[in-house]
């Protein structure tokens, strides 16, 4: 079993390799890691105090930190960022940061 830090850093490598997916589930996630959708729920709540769900949108909302800082357009940023639309991610990124992403990137200016 891998020790707390690489088992992040492979979740994070598989989550680099798919998070522009939409579509991407738990179960898909736990295939990719070569463990059981249970061992994923466990190891990802007692690492991250998040479940899987919820550590796979703080990593596309993270990842969409680097979009908007580079200026593509908030709706642009929301597909890359693997957000199945527009309205949901606005809505996952004011409650994460606070405020709407057209706000934050203004910021960045």
């Given at each position: 079993?891998?020790?707390?830090?690489?088992?992040?850093?492979?979740?994070?490598?598989?989550?680099?390799?798919?998070?522009?997916?939409?579509?991407?589930?738990?179960?898909?996630m736990?295939?990719?890691?070569?463990?059981?959708?249970?061992?994923?729920?466990?190891?990802?709540?007692?690492?991250?105090?998040?479940?899987?769900?919820?550590?796979?949108?703080?990593?596309?909302?993270?990842?969409?930190?680097?979009?908007?800082r580079?200026?593509?357009?908030?709706?642009?940023?929301?597909?890359?960022?693997?957000?199945?639309?527009?309205?949901?991610?606005?809505?996952?990124?004011?409650?994460?940061?606070?405020a709407?992403?057209?706000?934050?990137?203004?910021?960045?200016?």
């Amino acid at each position: 079993m891998k020790h707390g830090g690489d088992f992040i850093d492979s979740l994070n490598r598989v989550l680099g390799q798919s998070y522009t997916t939409s579509t991407l589930s738990v179960s898909q996630m736990a295939a990719r890691m070569r463990i059981s959708e249970r061992q994923l729920q466990r190891r990802v709540k007692a690492l991250t105090g998040l479940s899987p769900k919820q550590y796979l949108r703080r990593y596309r909302l993270e990842q969409s930190l680097v979009y908007l800082r580079d200026g593509v357009p908030v709706g642009e940023v929301a597909k890359a960022a693997g957000f199945s639309s527009h309205a949901y991610f606005t809505s996952c990124f004011k409650a994460e940061f606070g405020a709407t992403p057209s706000r934050f990137q203004q910021g960045c200016r």
